[in-house]
C-alpha cells in the first residue's frame, strides 16, 4: 500500500562524484604535501646512518609521495555533491564522514575559481559564501569546469527567485 504523499514528493537529486580527471589534481597536490611532510623524517632516519644518507632521503622522500598520492586518491573517492530544490548539499570523508547543507535561502553570492593546475585539467573551484559569521564558506575544488559554472548558475538563480518572494 502506497501513500499519496509519498507519490507526490519527487527523488532526491542524485549525488555527483567529482570528475575523474581531478584525481590527478588530488593525487599532485597530496603527493606534494607527503613530499614535504617526509622531508623532517627523512634527516632524522638519515641521522641513524642505517644505509647512505642520501639513499635513505630518497627513500623516505618516495614513501611519503606514494602515501600522499593515495591518500589524494581516497579524498578523491570520498567527494559528492548534488543540487536540489532548497540547495547545495557537499559530502566529504571515508573515517571522518561530513555532509554541509547549504540553503539556497542562506547563499549570500558564489566564487568561481580557476588555479593554472585546474586550468588545465577544465576542473574548477566553487566558493559560496553564505550568510553567517565572517568567513562562511563552502569550498568545493576538482569540480568540472561546465558544472562549477551551471552550479552557480542554477544556485544564483534559485537565489534572485528567493528574494523576488
Not at 122 to 148: C, E, R, Y
Amino acid at each position: 500500500m502506497t501513500d499519496a504523499a509519498t507519490l507526490a514528493t519527487p527523488p532526491p537529486a542524485a549525488w555527483h562524484p567529482l570528475p575523474p580527471r581531478a584525481r590527478s589534481l588530488f593525487v599532485l597536490s597530496h603527493a606534494l604535501v607527503g613530499l614535504v611532510f617526509s622531508i623532517p623524517v627523512a634527516s632524522v632516519v638519515a641521522g641513524l646512518q642505517l644505509a647512505p644518507p642520501i639513499t635513505t632521503a630518497i627513500l623516505v622522500a618516495f614513501v611519503g609521495a606514494l602515501a600522499g598520492a593515495a591518500i589524494g586518491v581516497r579524498r578523491h573517492r570520498s567527494v559528492a555533491w548534488r543540487l536540489d530544490e532548497e540547495g547545495f548539499a557537499l559530502r566529504r570523508g571515508h573515517m571522518w564522514f561530513r555532509e554541509t547543507r547549504v540553503p539556497a535561502s542562506r547563499v549570500q553570492h558564489l566564487d568561481l575559481k580557476h588555479g593554472p593546475l585546474e586550468r588545465r585539467w577544465k576542473l574548477a573551484t566553487l566558493v559560496i559564501h553564505t550568510a553567517g559569521s565572517k568567513m562562511s564558506a563552502v569550498s568545493v575544488s576538482g569540480l568540472d569546469a561546465v558544472d562549477a559554472e551551471t552550479l552557480r548558475d542554477r544556485l544564483a538563480r534559485q537565489l534572485d527567485h528567493d528574494d523576488a518572494l
